[in-house]
């Protein structure tokens, strides 16, 4: 029996996606090849990208004022691309957790950066709100959604100057005006695929102001240039990213797909509130639709509560080192059973404490 997968990434995939995948590893459409070794140059890849690229911005709903690539290095490597092409005098973000301050070191080797608001205080427990953007600032970047803390951006910050996304653990999950960000980057392992590709959707006329010079690679114009083929790319991840973009337009695309993810968190967390043995660590009004953390309040409780839910089927339920206590990543492909699963679970360790 197949675990439910409450793993941070690499996570859940719809399970058509499993299916067409294995089934592309072994012969991809019939061409007599695997997937894993048809040339990235050659015609059936150069259709798959191609195709990925155009229903990422038809996903987003943005027209051809941008440009979609998919990379290399994870959303740690465009920690430092996004400061390399854009910040020229100064950048501004917002600290909301571990990826959004790493976000913020790597940017500072290349210029000044100014925090304009940060939750480190409380624990990251909350999303600031007294954001003031300075105007003369190059980009404004945020993290919309803080996997380990479970606190997400349910308003996005107005701002007449750039605005930069890291949107690798919520992508897709929410109707979203995304012609507000000049810039949009996330790791595929989430919700947009199998790990190894990073997609990044740019608008192109935030590029080119930068003076300082660019390592090819890392040069947002030379990659749409070379229409993210400038090395050879991650064959395998990117046919993953344009099966499950597929899957999203089956679905009955973003609306659909945030109604499903609005319903799932509502399970999970009417139950976190209303179990006396539990807490959640999120404040309320900030809560993530895609990663639920919670305690237990008695910590002496932990052997009873993780038999129970290992004995359940349930995988990476764990919380991340830095916080500890225990995360549910309830992403897009995550069946609305298994989080029943999960309540079971905590109704049942209630009953039994």
Do not use: C
Not at 288 to 298: A, E, G, I, Q, T
């Amino acid at each position: 029996m197949k675990k439910h997968n409450f793993s941070a990434g690499p996570s859940i995939l719809p399970q058509s996606v499993f299916e067409k995948a294995s089934e592309a590893v072994l012969n991809f459409e019939n061409s007599g090849l695997s997937v894993l070794e048809i040339s990235h140059r050659s015609k059936e890849f150069l259709n798959v990208i191609e195709k990925a690229r155009a229903l990422a911005l038809q996903t987003a709903g943005l027209d051809d004022s941008y440009e979609v690539l998919f990379l290399h290095g994870g959303a740690s490597t465009q920690f430092l691309s996004v400061p390399y092409n854009l910040l020229e005098k100064k950048a501004v973000y917002i600290d909301t957790g571990t990826w959004a301050n790493k976000a913020i070191k790597e940017a500072q080797l290349f210029g000044k950066v100014e925090i304009i608001n940060s939750s480190k205080s409380n624990g990251y427990k909350h999303i600031p709100k007294d954001i003031h953007v300075p105007a003369d600032a190059d980009y404004l970047h945020i993290t919309t959604n803080n996997t380990i803390y479970g606190t997400q951006f349910h308003h996005i910050p107005n701002t007449e100057i750039p605005l930069v996304a890291d949107m690798s653990s919520d992508i897709f999950s929410r109707e979203l005006d995304y012609s507000k960000f000049s810039l949009i980057y996330a790791g595929s392992q989430k919700n947009l695929g199998a790990s190894g590709s990073t997609m990044v959707i740019v608008k192109r006329d935030i590029l080119g102001r930068v003076s300082r010079k660019i390592p090819s690679i890392l040069d947002y114009q030379n990659q749409i240039k070379h229409e993210s083929m400038f090395n050879t790319p991650t064959t395998f991840s990117v046919y993953v990213n344009l099966l499950v973009l597929q899957w999203i337009q089956e679905q009955g695309g973003i609306k659909a797909i945030e109604n499903r993810n609005k319903h799932k968190a509502k399970l999970l967390y009417d139950e976190i509130d209303r179990n006396p043995l539990v807490e959640g660590y999120a404040a309320k009004e900030d809560r993530s639709l895609m990663n639920v953390s919670f305690f237990l309040k008695d910590a002496s409780m932990q052997e009873k509560f993780d038999t129970l839910w290992k004995n359940a089927n349930i995988s990476g339920l764990k919380g991340h080192r830095n916080l500890g206590g225990y995360r549910a990543s309830i992403y897009n492909a995550m069946p609305i059973q298994s989080i029943q699963v999960l309540v079971d679970v905590l109704k049942e360790f209630e009953k039994k404490s």
